[in-house]
C-alpha cells in the first residue's frame, strides 16, 4: 500500500509558474513509474507527466517544454516544476504510483487555477 499526498497548488496568473510536490510512504526508488495527472471540471482524466525507476522522463505534448518532472528519492517525493501556465492548465493535478504488481495508487490531488 503507497500512500500520496500533493501538495503546492493554488491560484497563478497566466504566465506564472507553480511547483507540486508528491510525498509518498514508501521507497519511491522501489516504485516503477511516478506519474502526474490532471482532470478539469467536466474533462475526464489526462496524463501529464512520467518518470521511470530509472529517471526517463516524458510528457503530454501540451506541456512538453513548459512542466518539468523531477524525484528526490531521499525524501520520497515528486515534483511537478510547471512554468508559463496557461488558462486551460486549470485542474485538479493528481499524483499516481504504478508499483507493479504491487498495484497502482492516487493521491487525492491538489487544485490548480490559471486566472487574470
Known amino acids: 500500500q503507497v500512500q500520496l499526498v500533493e501538495s503546492g497548488g493554488g491560484l497563478v496568473q497566466p504566465g506564472g509558474s507553480l511547483r507540486l510536490s508528491c510525498v509518498a510512504s514508501?521507497?519511491?526508488?522501489?516504485?516503477?513509474?511516478m506519474y502526474w495527472y490532471r482532470q478539469a471540471p467536466g474533462k475526464e482524466r489526462e496524463f501529464v507527466a512520467g518518470?521511470?525507476?530509472?529517471?526517463?522522463?516524458y510528457y503530454a505534448d501540451s506541456v512538453k517544454g513548459r512542466f518539468t518532472i523531477s524525484k528526490d528519492t531521499s525524501a520520497n517525493t515528486v515534483y511537478l516544476q510547471m512554468n508559463n501556465l496557461k488558462t486551460e492548465d486549470t485542474a485538479l493535478y493528481l499524483c499516481?504510483?504504478?508499483?507493479?504488481?504491487?498495484?497502482?495508487?492516487w493521491g487525492q490531488g491538489t487544485q490548480v487555477t490559471v486566472s487574470s
Open positions: 518518470i521511470t525507476i530509472g529517471s526517463n522522463t
Open positions: 499516481q504510483a504504478y508499483w507493479g504488481r504491487q498495484g497502482v495508487y
Open positions: 514508501e521507497d519511491i526508488s522501489n516504485i516503477n513509474v
